[in-house]
């Protein structure tokens, strides 16, 4: 059975607060598997939450972890593998004791734990990753984003709006090394073989969970960054009318909208596009060998229409209404699942399991404010306001 | 008032006219990377072969009266693209003047075979006269290659596979004790940091604990001016100006983003990773 990876978050955040105490709760694990776009599957060294009865499934990529700008943000990180590892706040710029590299700071020993903590200083993307032995162990797949909202659905204070978003994590794996992690052989001919958005290829990329939905008058914020061995060139359409405007975690200067725009490894982009009336056509990523400078693979990023009455997180993965919500919101599933609801700091707040079809969800004994709809096997999150 | 003027408009003119003097040898020998010894060809400070091109600066509005010895057996070359491309004899000398060049980074190196791709290659900083200045020189090397191209002014007909990823010819843990790489400064210092890619792949650098501003390329398509960035990549032949302007203590890696280059002959750690010392 295939695996979907879904980090599609849709927009209805608008309001929030910032500058609560957010607590996440993430394991690493190097038992999981990961079905590449032609069905073979591969032993992954990833990350996943962990709940109150242990650690969740990991995933390639790993979970998206969200905070609000001026948060302070606290991990509790527990290594439930065989090997040490740490998680390095890729672009935080946090502070040494919390930077997640062993040579300066610590590692975390099997079976062990640690919180990792830092101020949520400026809004926009970043990377969480291991950095241990980090080009295996990168290469297995110990990566996911961070992103760090500014209330509002803006990009910075007063900063371009947008009322979609979509989040796409360019990377890479060297099928070989993943089959024998243990003798991977000399790492600097790591060659891939597996060239991914969101750890999907090809046609999986055509699954609604990962196609922006969109019609003529929606800002559509798209989030790009390159995890990969690879630099990603990403070739825009006509009548896209996009616009970069951060970078790093920073607004950039010279907002511009190029045809292309380079990518380099560890590199992130925000760009928001207002497509045309009836606009259907495809993003282009190529993906060029740092090395020989071949060009190794083309992935695609879909556009196409809103459908009528459809949320944009389509049909065939979840939707819910209304959101914001007062006494109970509808979860429309396509399948028996497993819903965890997570309160806005991470804490487990409620667990039930959801049937195939339309679910009436009570949140009357919720309090108001932001909660995560987690569910286990689509491994989607969705985020509700609860009024 | 008027012999005044002319005085003051003498005096600005010898200023503007200061000359600074720099000598580079051009020195072939073998060095170590790691256990293995390879060919290496540098622009040194003295006749005496070190391993390590010799970094050039240049102060606001002076220029540089550079004397180059060539003491290799072949044709030498000193290019700065866009500036000044000139042979040396084998074993001749020649000097050049080098003025008005605008404030930034620029790369010199050699553009013969048997020069640039065993390491003839290094950083030439014009101004950010009142800055603590680095030159980080980004080089790496299939060592057979260079074995190859020194001893039959030949390349080895097979696919480019680096096994060694240098950074001012040295390559991690080497880079740690090394003065010209491992950053020291203080917080609240200005230091520039001059960024080459002397190698023939790309590479993309990745700092921790901070941000640094993009002050220049010499890539007139590099997009990321005045960008405030953790991570960027730097194409072949690429040199690159960022300021780093330091906000906490501590220590912290730099290091290749394309994590094969962050190895010694395919072992981690390696290669492209270097250390940022900052102090209260």
């Not at chain 1, 593998?81 to 890729?90: A, K």
């Not at chain 2, 030439?124 to 790496?140: C, P, V």
Request: with cysteine.
């Amino acid at each position: 059975m295939r695996h979907f990876l879904l980090i599609t978050i849709l927009v209805f955040s608008i309001g929030k607060s910032s500058g609560q105490d957010i607590t996440w709760w993430v394991a690493s694990k190097m038992d999981d598997n990961h079905t590449l776009w032609d069905g073979q599957q591969v032993n992954i060294w990833a990350f996943g939450l962990y709940d109150s009865v242990g650690p969740i499934r990991s995933t390639l990529p790993a979970p998206l972890l969200r905070a609000n700008y001026n948060d302070s943000v606290h991990i509790n990180f527990f290594n439930v593998s065989p090997e040490d590892h740490t998680i390095h706040l890729h672009g935080l710029d946090v502070n040494q004791a919390n930077d997640g590299v062993g040579s300066t700071s610590f590692e975390i020993n099997p079976n062990d734990s640690t919180t990792y903590k830092f101020k949520a200083s400026y809004s926009g993307s970043y990377f969480y990753h291991c950095h241990v032995l980090t080009t295996l162990h990168l290469a297995m797949g110990m990566y996911g984003y961070i992103i760090i909202d500014y209330p509002g659905n803006v990009l910075w204070q007063n900063g371009p709006g947008y009322n979609k978003e979509r989040v796409y994590l360019i990377s890479d794996l060297d099928k070989s090394i993943n089959d024998n992690p243990i003798s991977p052989g000399p790492l600097n001919e790591h060659d891939p073989d597996y060239f991914m958005i969101n750890g999907l290829s090809k046609q999986d990329l055509k699954d609604t969970s990962q196609v922006v939905f969109a019609n003529g008058g929606d800002s559509v914020l798209l989030r790009l960054g390159n995890m990969s061995y690879n630099k990603a060139v990403v070739r825009f359409p006509a009548g896209i009318n996009h616009t970069v405007y951060m970078s790093d975690g920073r607004e950039i200067p010279n907002a511009f909208s190029p045809d292309t725009l380079v990518i380099h490894s560890g590199e992130r982009y925000e760009i928001i596009c207002k497509p045309s009336q009836y606009f259907v056509d495809s993003i282009q990523v190529d993906y060029y060998d740092q090395v020989s400078g071949n060009l190794d693979e083309t992935n695609y990023i879909y556009w196409n229409e809103q459908p009528d009455g459809l949320s944009d997180m389509s049909k065939k993965a979840l939707y819910v209404y209304p959101n914001p919500a007062i006494n109970y919101i509808n979860l429309h599933s396509e399948s028996d699942d497993y819903l965890s609801i997570y309160s806005h700091d991470g804490r487990l707040i409620d667990e039930q399991n959801i049937k195939r079809g339309d679910n009436h969800i009570i949140l009357s004994e919720l309090s108001q404010g932001m909660y995560f709809f987690n569910l286990r096997k689509m491994k989607t999150t969705v985020k509700i306001i609860k009024q | 008032m008027k012999t005044t003027f002319l005085l003051s408009f003498l005096l600005l003119n010898l200023i503007s006219l200061a000359t600074v003097y720099d000598t580079l040898y051009i020195n072939k020998d073998t060095a170590h990377v790691g256990i293995e010894t390879r060919h290496f060809c540098f622009y040194n400070r003295t006749a005496d072969f070190t391993q390590t091109n010799h970094h050039l600066h240049i102060p606001s509005n002076e220029s540089l009266e550079l004397y180059i010895q060539n003491n290799d057996s072949l044709i030498q070359n000193f290019t700065i693209d866009g500036v000044i491309n000139q042979d040396i004899p084998a074993f001749g000398s020649t000097s050049i003047t080098l003025n008005n060049l605008s404030e930034g980074s620029y790369r010199y190196y050699s553009n013969k075979l048997y020069g640039e791709k065993l390491g003839a290659s290094g950083i030439l900083i014009s101004g950010y006269d009142n800055h603590n200045r680095y030159a980080w020189n980004m080089y790496e090397i299939q060592g057979f290659r260079n074995d190859s191209i020194a001893l039959s002014l030949n390349e080895p007909n097979v696919n480019y596979l680096p096994d060694f990823f240098l950074i001012n010819a040295n390559h991690h843990p080497n880079t740690l004790t090394d003065s010209t790489s491992r950053i020291t400064g203080n917080v609240g210092d200005s230091i520039i940091i001059s960024i080459a890619n002397s190698g023939r792949m790309i590479h993309s650098l990745h700092f921790h604990g901070y941000h640094v501003q993009v002050l220049h390329s010499n890539n007139p398509n590099n997009f990321q001016i005045n960008w405030s960035k953790d991570s960027f990549g730097i194409e072949i032949g690429e040199v690159i100006t960022v300021l780093l302007v330091p906000d906490k203590e501590g220590e912290y890696p730099v290091h290749d983003h394309n994590l094969r280059a962050v190895t010694n002959a395919g072992l981690y750690p390696g290669g492209m990773i270097n250390r940022l010392s900052i102090q209260p």
